[in-house]
């Protein structure tokens, strides 16, 4: 297994829409293992393969207390969304970043397993707020474009600084 570089926000490669997984072999297996690890290790309670700079429609979901309970999500679609929740949100992507975003309350999700089955979940809370938060990510949209102009040119102009003091 390997610990993969997470790009940053604002890198265009986010920007990217991930196109569906057509066989589930070894090296999808290989890339779950990997986007796993990097989740555990950063540590987040989610990761799209567009975050490792891999344009295919694969998330990794933990939001457990004990970092155990891997949700793998394949070819997901969002089938049913219900009522509003407002959350404050994190992203690997834009570090030190913390905001207030409003998304569906309850969602239905059809997606594939690492087992190539068809699966159907209904979730709520924060597990329906970090699948839209995943699955807004393949679509290539990080969550503060999701916040007003004005939070994200401060939010660029955070980034830009903390970059410079890192380099
Ligand atoms: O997609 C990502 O960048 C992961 C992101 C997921 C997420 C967090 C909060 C709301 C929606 C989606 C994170 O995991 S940020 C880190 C974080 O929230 C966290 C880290 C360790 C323990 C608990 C939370
Ligand atoms: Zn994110």
Redesign the pocket.
């Known amino acids: 297994m390997a610990l993969l570089p997470i790009l940053r926000f604002p890198d265009s490669r986010l920007k990217k829409v991930a196109a569906p997984v057509e066989k589930i072999d070894a090296d999808v297996r290989a890339l779950v293992a990997d986007m796993a690890e990097t ?1 555990y290790e ?7 393969a567009t ?1 490792v700079d891999v344009h295919r429609q694969i998330v990794v979901i933990d939001i457990s207390e004990s970092r155990d309970d891997l949700l793998v999500l394949i070819n997901a679609r969002i089938t049913r969304k219900s009522g509003t929740q407002v ?1 404050e ?5 834009v570090p030190g970043i913390y905001d207030k975003v409003e998304r569906a309350a309850e969602v239905t999700v059809d997606y594939q397993g690492l087992d190539g089955q068809s699966h159907t979940l209904d979730a709520d809370g ?1 597990l329906a ?2 699948i839209q ?2 699955l807004d ?1 393949l679509q290539g949209k990080v ?1 503060v474009e999701r916040l007003s102009q004005l939070k994200q040119t401060r939010i660029k102009t955070k980034l830009a600084k903390q970059a410079k003091i890192t380099a």
Do not use: D, N, R, T
């Not at 950063?42 to 799209?48: E, K």
């Not at 949100?89 to 992507?93: A, D, M």
């Open positions: 989740m950063a540590p987040g309670i989610g990761l799209a975050q959350y949100e994190g992203c690997l992507s924060l707020v970090c938060h995943e990510h969550f």
